[in-house]
Nanobody, 125 residues
Framework: QVQLVESGGGLVQPGGSLTLSCEFS????????IGWFRQAPGKEREGVGC????????SYLDSVKGRFTVSRDNTKNTVFLQMDSLQPEDIAVYYC??????????????????WGQGTEVTFSS
């Protein structure tokens, strides 16, 4: 059974940076996609970035391109979401998700079968 555990959320100042981690386990095959999603109060859950293990590619939501980076540490079975220049619209609960997808990753939440519990990102006063 695939398991995903997010960590790293918390308080950050506007314009600041934060790195979220998603530790994964239980994949039955060695190709998979890890996606990062977020959901702000009253809004739909949206994909912000993803990583494909089959071809090493990443994909990003337009509004976060150049500010967010998805990367993987193979030795720790962990995928990271580095977030820089955080803006008010970035405040949300962030989730990592996984799917058995071969080829480029996608940011549609309906493509993902496994989800973590979420970690919250908020601005400090």
């Amino acid at each position: 059974q695939v398991q995903l555990v997010e960590s790293g959320g918390g308080l950050v100042q506007p314009g600041g940076s934060l790195t979220l981690s998603c530790e994964f386990s239980g994949f039955a095959v060695d190709y998979y996609t890890i996606g990062w999603f977020r959901q702000a109060p009253g809004k739909e859950r949206e994909g912000v970035g993803c990583f494909s293990s089959s071809d090493g590619t990443t994909s990003y939501l337009d509004s976060v391109k150049g500010r967010f980076t998805v990367s993987r540490d193979n030795t720790k079975n962990t995928v990271f979401l580095q977030m820089d220049s955080l803006q008010p619209e970035d405040i949300a609960v962030y989730y990592c998700a996984a799917a058995y997808i071969w080829g480029p990753c996608r940011l549609s939440k309906t493509d993902y079968d496994f989800w973590g519990q979420g970690t919250e990102v908020t601005f400090s006063s």
